[in-house]
Structure formats: C-alpha cells, structure tokens
C-alpha cells in the first residue's frame, strides 16, 4: 500500500506524538516527518545530539531517533511553517482533566486541542488531512470541524483553496513499550467519513502494519473506542486489587487466582497482575471522560459503573499507606521509610498519576521521614508531584516528620529505615540483596512489596517482615 502523503506536521512534542513520529519516519523514508512544539526546552531536548537526552525515556527509541532526525525527521518550534508545508498535521497535544468550571474533575480541558485547529485553520495550505491523535471525548471532531470549516474555501498566497478531512486515528501505545507498540501494533484504528483520506492514512501505517490490522470506522465508534479500551483495562486492574485484598483477608494468594483465572481463555491472562493501582496519564482521565459523557447523555448508571472503577483505585492506595501505617505499630510519626521505585510503572520517567503520588502524600501527612529511590525519576519532579520541596538531611530536627529526599541508590535509602515499600516494579528490585539490605535497617523491620517483585523468602530468611499484595498467607 502507497501513500499519497509526502509532509507531515505533528503538534505536540510529548510522549505520544514524539515516539509515534519517529517511528513513521522510520518506516517511510519518502515522507518528511516535522514535530513541532511551544515548548522549546523540550524541542531542544529532542535536538540534543546526546541522545541519552530526549526528553521522553524508552527503550529503542534513541536508536529510532538517531536513524532518522536530520533526514526526514525533524524537531521544532516553527509551527506555522510546518503546518504550512503539510499534508497532514497530527494534533497530539495534552488533554488534562479540567480543573476548574463545567465538568472541573472529570471532563477534558480541550483548549489545546481548539488552539490547535485554530492554527491548522490558519496557516493550512490547499488541502489537508487532520488527524486526531490526542485521546479525546466522543464528538470531539465535530468541534475540529467546525474550526477548520470555518477556514474552508480561503487562499492562502498564491496556494489553492483551502480544505480538510478531519480523522480520528488515536494510539493504544502503552509507555515503556512505545517502540515494540508501535512497531507492531495489535491494532491501528482509523475513523473518518472520508474514504480517500482514509486511504492515505492507512497507506502510511501499510508500510509496515498488515492491511488486516488496520480497522476502519466512523469518527464517532473511534473516539469511543479508545476511552472504551482504556476503561476495560483500567476495570480488570481495579477488579484483581479488589480479589488481592479479599485474598488478604481469606488466606488466598492473588497471584495464583490470577494464573487460575486467567488460563480460561475467556478472561486472558494480561492485565492481572495486582499492585498499588494504576496511574499514567490516561486510565483515570480517560475513564473521568467517560463518566462525564454518560451524565450528560442521562446515562447515570452507567456514570455510577464506571467511576467505581477509579474510586476502588483511590481506595486501593489508601488502604496500602493505612497497612503500613497499622503494621509499624500504628505510628510512622519521624519513622524513616525506604520508598523504591516512584514513577507509574517501571521502564519510564513518567510520573503523571502515579500510585507513589497518594500513598507518600499519606505518608508524609502521618509524619513519616521519606528516602526515596527510583532510577529515572529526579527531585525536581517529586517535589513537584508530592507539592513539598525536598529536605537536606533527613537526620536533622526540622526534617524530623513529613519530610522526604531521594537517594541515588537502594542501599542508601534503605540505610536506618524501620520499612521499604516497593511501589514501582523496576527490574532490579527483583535482584535485591536482602540478606545485605536487612541488617542495615532499624529492627524490626518491614518490606511491603505493592508490585510482588522481590525475592520474599530472601527477605523473609534475612529476618524482615514482608507484607506482599494479595498474599494471605
Ligand atoms: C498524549 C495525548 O495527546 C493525550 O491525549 C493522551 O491522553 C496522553 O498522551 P502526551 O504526549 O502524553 O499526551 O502529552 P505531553 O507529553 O504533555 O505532550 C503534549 C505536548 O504538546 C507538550 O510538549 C506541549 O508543550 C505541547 N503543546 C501543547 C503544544 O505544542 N501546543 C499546544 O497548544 C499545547
Ligand atoms: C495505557 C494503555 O495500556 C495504552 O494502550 C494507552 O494508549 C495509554 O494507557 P500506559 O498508561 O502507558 O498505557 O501503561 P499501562 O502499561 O497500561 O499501565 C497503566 C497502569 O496500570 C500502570 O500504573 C501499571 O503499573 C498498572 N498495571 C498494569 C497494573 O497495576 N496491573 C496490570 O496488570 C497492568
């Protein structure tokens, strides 16, 4: 399959729109692939000719990068021009939930998005195919299309006419695993009205993803089906953390009624695995959306389903901060407490919505002195996430309650610790040296392991107390 496409301009330098570029560029040399943003620190972080650099982290992309920047990918913040010279713009800038007026909590603040097409309005040239890459609400495009309507028919210079087709081609890529994903997808999803545009969409991703992988739709089933999608993958984590804490409480281990359930090829055996609850930037902002969609279709039953998903996931962290709490004697106040692992799930620097987030904020509100430890996640970021700077020294008077630092090894934030907490399942947790780690800690002492990764008859045989999620026994 061809494509007519020779020029694409990206919106959006983030984790989305970065690693999906370069990796179209990678496997469509003929086109030349612009990624533009307002954010010049981070174009110039993907520009760094050091590419350990790039301002997002995962693994083979630097190579991918590396491949193509230059040739026929390109980086940066001259976003009229690129839009100009395209044929196609992808808009795949952030959708937060909205923080403030109608919806405040649930909705998507969509102003990006508009500013976005405004300026696809503006500058477009002839005609072009715009692609919603974002995860947006259902009938986000519409609002797209009225935009870009509005310009229809303007000549800009001496070009032709402008015009557009509005597409809705959103991503499944799950972080840490962006390259693989896009690579080779399960699925690509592309939903429009307008078959030649379509075409030429699918004709970029023919170059490498098999026809029968490409499933067309209309823009409305699109949009809904990548809310859908998240919120089913959301609804079986909070679904086993509900077993794992039943299994605390009966003596079952949620590890085995994972494997026992998940071998009935009805249910499949991934997205099982029980731990703090989920975080990253999309499973509880896009369920959110989806709740405010069904309030205002009148669906509030269908509201109430669906946000039960995210309030087990909030419980979820609570109830792991409160047994830690129960365990060292109903006190943390001025304990230390080693917290490994901080972003949403291992094999990122991303942070957005991560368990870590609630459950040090609990811990610091009951006064616990926090030493925490994650391979890719810096001060800067936690402290903006945990909304407290970092302290010097955890020793001295004036840090003695609520205070946290990071350490730039587990060793050291395990030192004088009466407790670990393993909160992000990087791959070198699994390796950790108890029998060394142990004797280092105030005694007695405690390894509660949220992501059932560490080595627990070590642990146990070090003489640590290990709580592990959803182990009864
Ligand atoms: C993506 C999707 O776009 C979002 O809908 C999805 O739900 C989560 O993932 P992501 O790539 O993770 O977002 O976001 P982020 O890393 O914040 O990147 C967005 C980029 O767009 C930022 O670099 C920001 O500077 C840029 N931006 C935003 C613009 O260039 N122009 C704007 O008007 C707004
Ligand atoms: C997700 C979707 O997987 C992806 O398709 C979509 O495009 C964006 O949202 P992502 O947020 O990057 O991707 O990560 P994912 O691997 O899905 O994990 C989300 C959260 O669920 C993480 O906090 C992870 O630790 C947690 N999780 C995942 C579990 O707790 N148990 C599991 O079995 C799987």
């Not at 009229?80 to 998507?108: H, Y």
Request: aromatic content about 6%.
């Amino acid at each position: 399959m061809t494509s007519s496409v020779r020029t694409i301009c990206c919106i959006g330098a983030g984790y989305v729109g970065g690693p999906t570029m370069a990796v179209i560029a990678d496997r469509c040399p003929q086109i030349q692939v612009t990624v533009v943003d307002l954010n010049q620190a981070r174009i110039d972080a993907w520009n760094d000719a050091d590419l350990s650099k790039l301002p997002v982290y995962e693994p083979g992309l630097d190579v991918v990068v590396g491949r193509c920047r230059g040739r026929n990918l390109h980086f940066s913040t001259a976003v009229e021009g690129a839009i100009a010279a395209a044929d196609m713009v992808f808009l795949s800038v952030n959708t937060p939930t909205k923080t403030k007026g109608v919806g405040a909590g649930q909705a998507s603040d969509l102003r990006w998005i508009e500013a976005s097409a405004r300026q696809v309005a503006a500058c477009a040239q002839g005609h072009t195919i715009v692609v919603e890459k974002s995860t947006l609400p259902v009938r986000t495009a519409q609002t797209v299309k009225a935009i870009l309507n509005a310009a229809q028919g303007e000549v800009a210079g001496v070009g032709t006419p402008k015009s557009f087709s509005v597409l809705s081609n959103p991503e499944f890529l799950a972080e840490g695993t962006a390259i693989p994903d896009l690579e080779s997808p399960d699925r690509v999803l592309i939903g429009g009205e307008d078959s030649a545009s379509i075409d030429a969409l699918a004709g970029i991703y023919g170059q490498w993803v098999p026809s029968e992988r490409i499933l067309r739709t209309n823009l409305w089933s699109s949009e809904l089906s990548k809310l859908t999608a998240n919120a089913f993958l959301a609804q079986r984590i909070s679904s086993i953390n509900s077993i794992a804490a039943l299994c605390e409480s009966t003596g079952a281990d949620v590890q085995e009624v994972a494997h026992a359930i998940g071998a009935d090829s009805r249910i499949g055996s991934k997205f099982l695995k029980a731990g703090p609850g989920f975080g990253g930037s999309c499973f509880q902002k896009d369920i959110l959306n989806l709740v405010y969609l069904c309030g205002h279709y009148g669906l509030h039953e269908v509201a109430a389903y669906w946000q039960s998903v995210v309030d087990l996931n909030a419980w979820q962290q609570h109830r792991i901060s409160r047994l830690v709490v129960e365990r060292l004697f109903g006190t943390v106040t001025g304990k230390r407490i080693a917290i490994l692992g901080f972003a949403f799930k291992a094999d990122t620097n991303d942070t957005r919505e991560a368990p870590a987030i609630r459950i040090c904020q609990d811990l610091l509100e009951e006064g616990a002195r926090l030493a925490i430890y994650d391979p890719k996640v810096g001060d800067d970021q936690i402290s903006s996430d945990l909304g407290v700077p970092a302290t010097q020294d955890l020793t001295t008077q004036q840090s003695a309650e609520g205070s946290w630092l990071t350490c730039s090894t587990p060793a050291e934030a395990v030192k004088h610790s009466d407790a670990v907490l393993i909160l992000t399942e990087w791959a070198s947790f699994a390796s950790l040296d108890w029998k060394q780690l142990a004797p280092l800690m105030r005694q007695p002492a405690w390894l509660f392991d949220a992501r059932s990764i560490a080595d627990r008859s070590a642990a146990e045989a070090a003489g640590l107390h290990v709580w592990r999620v959803g182990c009864g026994s």
